[in-house]
Protein backbone atom coordinates (compact mmCIF):
# COMPACT_ATOMS: atom_id res chain seq x y z
CA UNK A 1 0.00 0.00 0.00
CA UNK A 2 1.65 3.15 -0.96
CA UNK A 3 1.80 6.30 2.05
CA UNK A 4 -0.11 8.66 -0.45
CA UNK A 5 -3.26 5.94 -1.08
CA UNK A 6 -3.30 5.45 2.58
CA UNK A 7 -3.08 8.83 3.58
CA UNK A 8 -5.75 9.41 0.49
CA UNK A 9 -7.57 6.92 2.01
CA UNK A 10 -7.56 8.22 6.20
CA UNK A 11 -8.29 11.64 4.43
CA UNK A 12 -11.29 10.45 2.56
CA UNK A 13 -12.95 8.38 5.31
CA UNK A 14 -12.17 10.64 7.69
CA UNK A 15 -13.59 13.76 5.57
CA UNK A 16 -16.46 12.12 4.75
CA UNK A 17 -17.71 11.28 8.12
CA UNK A 18 -17.36 14.88 9.12
CA UNK A 19 -18.96 16.21 6.38
CA UNK A 20 -22.17 13.93 6.73
CA UNK A 21 -22.13 14.99 10.68
CA UNK A 22 -21.63 18.49 9.62
CA UNK A 23 -24.19 18.10 6.43
CA UNK A 24 -26.63 16.47 9.56
CA UNK A 25 -25.95 19.24 11.74
CA UNK A 26 -26.61 22.16 9.21
CA UNK A 27 -30.49 20.87 8.35
CA UNK A 28 -31.43 21.13 12.37
CA UNK A 29 -29.86 24.63 12.29
CA UNK A 30 -31.79 25.78 9.58
CA UNK A 31 -28.47 25.92 6.95
CA UNK A 32 -30.12 23.85 4.60
CA UNK A 33 -31.22 26.48 2.34
CA UNK A 34 -27.39 27.24 1.32
CA UNK A 35 -27.27 23.53 0.24
CA UNK A 36 -30.27 23.74 -1.30
CA UNK A 37 -29.12 26.83 -3.70
CA UNK A 38 -26.05 25.81 -4.74
CA UNK A 39 -27.52 22.48 -5.79
CA UNK A 40 -30.36 24.00 -7.51
CA UNK A 41 -27.86 26.21 -9.56
CA UNK A 42 -26.03 23.13 -10.35
CA UNK A 43 -28.70 20.43 -10.95
CA UNK A 44 -27.87 19.63 -14.49
CA UNK A 45 -24.22 18.37 -13.60
CA UNK A 46 -24.91 16.95 -10.26
CA UNK A 47 -26.29 13.28 -9.84
CA UNK A 48 -27.32 11.97 -6.47
CA UNK A 49 -26.26 8.68 -5.71
CA UNK A 50 -28.32 7.90 -3.03
CA UNK A 51 -28.92 7.89 1.20
CA UNK A 52 -26.56 10.96 2.82
CA UNK A 53 -24.00 10.14 -0.09
CA UNK A 54 -23.01 13.10 -2.09
CA UNK A 55 -23.30 14.78 -4.81
CA UNK A 56 -21.34 13.98 -7.67
CA UNK A 57 -20.82 15.88 -10.75
CA UNK A 58 -18.10 16.61 -13.70
CA UNK A 59 -15.82 19.14 -11.16
CA UNK A 60 -15.79 16.62 -8.58
CA UNK A 61 -17.35 15.47 -5.45
CA UNK A 62 -19.64 17.91 -3.09
CA UNK A 63 -20.61 17.87 0.28
CA UNK A 64 -22.95 20.61 2.23
CA UNK A 65 -22.99 23.07 -0.56
CA UNK A 66 -21.10 25.77 -1.95
CA UNK A 67 -19.04 26.01 1.51
CA UNK A 68 -19.10 22.55 2.22
CA UNK A 69 -16.40 19.58 1.15
CA UNK A 70 -15.37 19.18 -2.31
CA UNK A 71 -13.10 16.87 -3.82
CA UNK A 72 -11.71 16.75 -6.77
CA UNK A 73 -8.28 15.95 -9.44
CA UNK A 74 -6.12 18.96 -7.46
CA UNK A 75 -7.32 17.48 -3.54
CA UNK A 76 -9.71 18.84 -1.24
CA UNK A 77 -11.43 22.09 -0.52
CA UNK A 78 -13.10 22.50 2.81
CA UNK A 79 -15.32 25.94 3.77
CA UNK A 80 -15.23 27.05 -0.41
CA UNK A 81 -12.66 29.88 -1.64
CA UNK A 82 -12.04 31.30 1.66
CA UNK A 83 -11.46 27.68 3.40
CA UNK A 84 -8.94 25.42 3.38
CA UNK A 85 -7.30 23.21 0.59
CA UNK A 86 -5.23 20.21 0.90
CA UNK A 87 -3.65 18.83 -2.36
CA UNK A 88 -1.63 16.05 -3.42
CA UNK A 89 0.78 17.80 -5.87
CA UNK A 90 3.94 19.40 -3.96
CA UNK A 91 5.01 22.53 -5.38
CA UNK A 92 8.46 22.00 -3.36
CA UNK A 93 9.47 18.12 -2.90
CA UNK A 94 11.97 17.41 -0.06
CA UNK A 95 15.67 16.68 -1.73
CA UNK A 96 15.88 12.92 -1.27
CA UNK A 97 18.55 12.05 1.19
CA UNK A 98 19.91 8.70 1.87
CA UNK A 99 22.33 6.95 4.59
CA UNK A 100 24.34 4.05 4.13
CA UNK A 101 25.46 1.69 6.63
CA UNK A 102 28.00 -0.47 5.33
CA UNK A 103 28.85 -3.57 7.17
CA UNK A 104 27.55 -3.94 10.87
CA UNK A 105 29.16 -6.40 12.72
CA UNK A 106 28.07 -7.95 16.10
CA UNK A 107 24.54 -7.63 15.51
CA UNK A 108 22.46 -9.40 18.43
CA UNK A 109 18.69 -7.79 17.42
CA UNK A 110 16.91 -4.95 15.22
CA UNK A 111 14.58 -2.09 16.43
CA UNK A 112 12.94 0.77 14.71
CA UNK A 113 10.83 3.20 15.96
CA UNK A 114 9.41 5.20 13.08
CA UNK A 115 6.69 8.24 12.42
CA UNK A 116 6.70 7.20 8.18
CA UNK A 117 8.37 5.03 6.01
CA UNK A 118 8.20 1.87 4.68
CA UNK A 119 10.00 -0.81 6.22
CA UNK A 120 11.71 -4.23 4.76
CA UNK A 121 13.77 -7.38 5.50
CA UNK A 122 15.76 -8.68 3.15
CA UNK A 123 18.82 -11.25 2.45
CA UNK A 124 21.90 -9.61 1.45
CA UNK A 125 25.76 -11.04 1.94
CA UNK A 126 26.24 -9.05 5.50
CA UNK A 127 24.32 -7.22 7.96
CA UNK A 128 23.56 -3.73 6.75
CA UNK A 129 20.87 -0.86 6.84
CA UNK A 130 20.07 1.90 4.27
CA UNK A 131 17.74 4.73 4.70
CA UNK A 132 16.29 6.83 2.36
CA UNK A 133 13.71 10.14 2.41
CA UNK A 134 12.17 12.86 0.82
CA UNK A 135 10.68 15.14 3.15
CA UNK A 136 11.43 18.54 5.31
CA UNK A 137 12.14 19.09 8.55
CA UNK A 138 12.93 15.55 8.76
CA UNK A 139 15.71 12.47 9.10
CA UNK A 140 16.98 9.38 10.18
CA UNK A 141 19.22 7.69 12.20
CA UNK A 142 20.94 4.67 13.66
CA UNK A 143 23.14 3.57 15.82
CA UNK A 144 24.30 0.50 17.57
CA UNK A 145 23.40 -0.10 21.11
CA UNK A 146 24.56 -3.29 22.68
CA UNK A 147 24.66 -5.50 19.65
CA UNK A 148 21.12 -3.64 18.77
CA UNK A 149 20.34 -1.85 15.55
CA UNK A 150 18.19 0.94 16.31
CA UNK A 151 16.82 2.89 13.63
CA UNK A 152 14.42 5.94 14.49
CA UNK A 153 13.21 9.26 13.17
CA UNK A 154 15.67 12.43 14.35
CA UNK A 155 12.90 15.16 13.76
CA UNK A 156 9.90 15.80 11.99
CA UNK A 157 7.23 18.94 12.09
CA UNK A 158 4.29 16.41 10.86
CA UNK A 159 2.95 19.55 8.78
CA UNK A 160 6.03 21.40 8.57
CA UNK A 161 6.56 19.56 4.63
CA UNK A 162 4.68 20.68 1.65
CA UNK A 163 5.47 17.49 0.36
CA UNK A 164 3.01 14.77 0.43
CA UNK A 165 4.18 12.60 -1.73
CA UNK A 166 6.54 10.53 0.60
CA UNK A 167 8.73 8.43 -0.24
CA UNK A 168 10.87 7.21 3.38
CA UNK A 169 12.24 3.68 3.17
CA UNK A 170 14.19 1.22 5.40
CA UNK A 171 16.13 -1.01 4.28
CA UNK A 172 17.33 -4.30 6.47
CA UNK A 173 19.98 -6.47 4.75
CA UNK A 174 20.41 -9.61 6.44
CA UNK A 175 22.44 -12.68 5.50
CA UNK A 176 20.49 -15.67 4.67
CA UNK A 177 20.28 -18.00 7.93
CA UNK A 178 21.44 -15.59 9.95
CA UNK A 179 20.05 -15.49 13.79
CA UNK A 180 19.00 -12.74 15.94
CA UNK A 181 17.42 -12.66 19.75
CA UNK A 182 14.83 -10.16 18.58
CA UNK A 183 13.36 -8.15 15.90
CA UNK A 184 10.71 -4.93 16.68
CA UNK A 185 9.96 -3.22 13.60
CA UNK A 186 7.54 -0.03 14.22
CA UNK A 187 6.19 2.47 11.90
CA UNK A 188 3.29 4.67 12.51
CA UNK A 189 2.42 4.97 8.50
CA UNK A 190 4.03 2.60 6.49
CA UNK A 191 4.24 -1.01 5.09
CA UNK A 192 6.35 -3.85 6.63
CA UNK A 193 7.84 -6.52 4.63
CA UNK A 194 10.01 -9.27 5.89
CA UNK A 195 11.41 -11.68 2.70
CA UNK A 196 15.03 -13.25 4.59
CA UNK A 197 15.31 -16.79 5.39
CA UNK A 198 16.42 -15.32 9.05
CA UNK A 199 16.10 -17.30 12.95
CA UNK A 200 14.20 -14.77 15.15
CA UNK A 201 13.69 -16.00 18.75
CA UNK A 202 11.03 -13.01 19.38
CA UNK A 203 9.24 -10.62 16.29
CA UNK A 204 7.14 -7.64 16.88
CA UNK A 205 5.85 -6.27 13.88
CA UNK A 206 3.36 -2.94 14.26
CA UNK A 207 2.09 -0.32 12.14
CA UNK A 208 -0.62 1.90 12.41
CA UNK A 209 -1.50 2.10 8.51
CA UNK A 210 -0.17 -0.03 6.44
CA UNK A 211 0.21 -3.66 5.57
CA UNK A 212 2.65 -6.49 6.90
CA UNK A 213 3.81 -9.48 4.56
CA UNK A 214 6.60 -11.73 6.19
CA UNK A 215 8.00 -15.13 3.78
CA UNK A 216 11.18 -17.33 4.86
CA UNK A 217 10.96 -16.11 8.76
CA UNK A 218 11.44 -18.91 11.51
CA UNK A 219 10.74 -17.37 15.14
CA UNK A 220 9.66 -18.83 18.24
CA UNK A 221 7.11 -15.66 18.90
CA UNK A 222 5.61 -13.45 16.38
CA UNK A 223 3.40 -10.52 16.97
CA UNK A 224 2.11 -8.53 14.49
CA UNK A 225 -0.22 -5.72 14.63
CA UNK A 226 -1.87 -2.89 11.95
CA UNK A 227 -4.51 -0.98 13.08
CA UNK A 228 -5.66 -0.43 9.01
CA UNK A 229 -4.47 -2.99 6.78
CA UNK A 230 -3.85 -6.49 5.99
CA UNK A 231 -1.42 -9.39 7.89
CA UNK A 232 0.07 -12.00 5.73
CA UNK A 233 2.49 -14.43 6.92
CA UNK A 234 4.27 -17.35 5.07
CA UNK A 235 5.04 -19.86 7.95
CA UNK A 236 8.32 -22.08 6.89
CA UNK A 237 6.77 -25.76 8.92
CA UNK A 238 3.65 -27.35 9.10
CA UNK A 239 0.65 -26.59 11.02
CA UNK A 240 1.73 -29.10 13.95
CA UNK A 241 4.39 -26.92 15.19
CA UNK A 242 2.42 -23.60 15.44
CA UNK A 243 -0.65 -22.33 17.67
CA UNK A 244 -2.16 -18.63 16.49
CA UNK A 245 -4.59 -16.29 17.79
CA UNK A 246 -5.75 -14.04 15.60
CA UNK A 247 -8.34 -11.19 15.25
CA UNK A 248 -9.94 -8.81 12.57
CA UNK A 249 -12.62 -5.98 13.37
CA UNK A 250 -13.74 -6.11 9.76
CA UNK A 251 -11.99 -8.44 7.15
CA UNK A 252 -11.35 -11.95 6.58
CA UNK A 253 -9.83 -14.53 8.06
CA UNK A 254 -7.65 -17.02 5.79
CA UNK A 255 -5.69 -20.03 7.26
CA UNK A 256 -3.79 -21.73 4.84
CA UNK A 257 -6.82 -21.77 2.29
CA UNK A 258 -9.85 -22.04 5.16
CA UNK A 259 -11.61 -18.63 4.49
CA UNK A 260 -14.15 -17.03 7.17
CA UNK A 261 -15.86 -14.00 6.87
CA UNK A 262 -16.55 -11.67 9.88
CA UNK A 263 -18.42 -8.78 7.38
CA UNK A 264 -18.42 -5.69 9.48
CA UNK A 265 -17.80 -7.32 12.53
CA UNK A 266 -15.11 -9.12 14.65
CA UNK A 267 -14.23 -12.60 13.56
CA UNK A 268 -11.32 -13.95 15.93
CA UNK A 269 -9.59 -17.68 15.93
CA UNK A 270 -7.16 -19.70 17.89
CA UNK A 271 -5.56 -23.61 17.22
CA UNK A 272 -2.78 -25.42 16.42
CA UNK A 273 -0.94 -26.53 19.50
CA UNK A 274 2.83 -26.34 18.33
CA UNK A 275 5.48 -24.70 20.81
CA UNK A 276 6.06 -21.65 17.91
CA UNK A 277 3.42 -18.32 18.88
CA UNK A 278 1.50 -16.06 16.81
CA UNK A 279 -0.61 -13.48 17.43
CA UNK A 280 -1.86 -11.33 14.71
CA UNK A 281 -4.46 -8.35 14.66
CA UNK A 282 -5.87 -5.85 12.60
CA UNK A 283 -9.00 -3.53 12.94
CA UNK A 284 -9.61 -2.96 9.55
CA UNK A 285 -8.08 -5.79 6.85
CA UNK A 286 -7.73 -9.70 6.24
CA UNK A 287 -5.22 -12.06 8.09
CA UNK A 288 -3.82 -15.02 5.93
CA UNK A 289 -1.75 -17.46 7.41
CA UNK A 290 0.13 -19.90 5.16
CA UNK A 291 2.17 -23.21 6.14
CA UNK A 292 4.86 -24.61 4.11
Not at 199 to 226: F, H, P, W, Y
Not at 227 to 256: A, C, F, K, Q, S
Amino acid sequence: MKTFTKVSLSLAGILFVIGLTLNLLGVFMGGRPESNRYYEEHWRDLHWIGGWAPYIGSDGVHLGGENGIHVDSSGVSIGGEKGIHVSHHSDSEGEKQTLESGELTGLTGIETDMSCADIKVQEGAYPAVSLSWNLDNYAMSYKIEDGILKVEDESWQKFGSSNINIDCKVLLTLPKEMQIEKLDLSTDMGDIEIDADITVKKVDLSTDMGDITSRGLQCKELNAESDMGEVILHLPGGRRDYNWDVETNMGELNIDGEIRNGGLGEISERGGSGDKSIEAYTSLGNIELYFD
